[in-house]
């Protein structure tokens, strides 16, 4: 009998690639994969193809329980509860914990590159979780998906329109990665059926500074645009005066600093090893969103 794959967060944008991915790229059968949501009621398009819909509440242990039993594989994607302190890691920890009470034999865990020294607020949350994992002793696969390319497209239009940037990340470089890619390399590692631990980095081929990203979308968009280089202080400033709440702007103040100090500065041939594929270019990618970036 062939192993059960079961996706937390199935409902969010990663869960539902993922999803798309295990079905139609590893061919994985539809009544093999859980998809696992707190409203399971979001999941009727998948229900329908076949795949099987539970409830599964990070902050109810015991829904966990009752989600992850008979469950072979389980992707443990990461929450978006970033609002209050801690409450992140408490809710990964739980979903751990359950998989280990009820018999999981593999445990994925979407998290982050180099979260052991990064400045992104969130950091401590996954390497808090990572180590959690590993505590259990089942085995795992650890994904640390690099900085979205997808990120860009929130507030990139509204600098298109002013032809402005604003930045912390100075002279630092990142390798993006797009959702959709690391949705397709996750989806090979759950169907690979292996029993060892490993973590991988998924990033783009190429690690870039804010000038050459803002002159790949300028490029990608045929409108003029400027990496204005900028203080933490400044920063966070504008953007709570944009009214993003406080723990945003502070996160994406953490993250720009993070490029700034190098920690993002690393490309990996993970993506490929994981796919036998190249990830999708910066400059593609942009093509590709060319509509909603000039929105």
Known sequence: MSETILITGAAGQLGQKVIHHLLETEKVPAANIIAATRDPAKLADLAAKGVIARK?????????????????RLLIISTDALAVPGQRLKQHKAAVDAAAKVGVIHIAYTSMPSPDKSLVTFAPDHLGTENAIKATGIPYTIIRNAWYMDNYLHGMPHNLQSGSWYTGSGEGRV?????????????????????ESATYTLT?????????IAATIADAVGKPLKAMKVTDEQLGQGMRGAGLPDFVADMLVSADANIRAGNFDLATADYEKLTGKKPETLKDFFVAHKAALIA
């Open 175 to 195: 390798a993006n990665i797009s959702r959709e890619d690391c949705a397709r390399a996750i989806a090979a590692a759950l169907a690979s059926s292996t029993n």
């Open 56 to 72: 599964a509440d990070f902050d109810d242990a015991a829904s966990l329980e009752a989600a992850f039993k008979g469950v072979d």
């Open 204 to 212: 783009g081929a190429e690690s870039l500074t804010a000038d050459q």
